[in-house]
């Protein structure tokens, strides 16, 4: 399948009735399954995923929906941040909305289902040029909109370092 590796998962993480919440300064909050995902416009790009460990698994097939088109449902602020919670307790990444609008929650990786030791059911791909690998939040279950930028709950850079042998 893939050329990732892999992390012990959390006892936190469950899989069993997953949903991804789009929750905070939105019009309509909203609540998906991943049957609901997949009903959307789902996109296939390709990328290569650089970790700050070292090592790069190139030429990853990721399949998934994009950000926008979840947030459009759900008619956010017009300018904010969204911080993107993980069931890895107390993971959580914070983006402007206008670049968390390009992610993709992906839900597929190398034409399978994305399994749980890479963030599966649903894990957030940042598509843009200067991503960091701990942004790619694995396990996501929400997305919490703000107009003010998150700063004690934005956990992904200091977690991710420190796990790192």
Known sequence: MTDLETHEVPASVSTDDWRLQITGAV???RQYTEGEIRESRLETFTQDFECVEGWVA???DW??????TLLDEADPVDEGYGLVRSMDEGYA???RLDRLRDAVVALEVDGEALPVEHGGPARLVPTDDG???WESVKWVTEIQISEEEPTKDDTASDIALSRID
Do not use: A, I, Q
């Not at 399949?63 to 926008?68: E, T």
């Open 131 to 133: 991503r960091d690998c």
């Open 58 to 60: 190139t030429g990853l």
């Open 27 to 29: 019009e309509r909050p």
């Open 93 to 95: 990444c914070s983006f």
């Open 63 to 68: 399949k998934g929906v994009r950000v926008g």
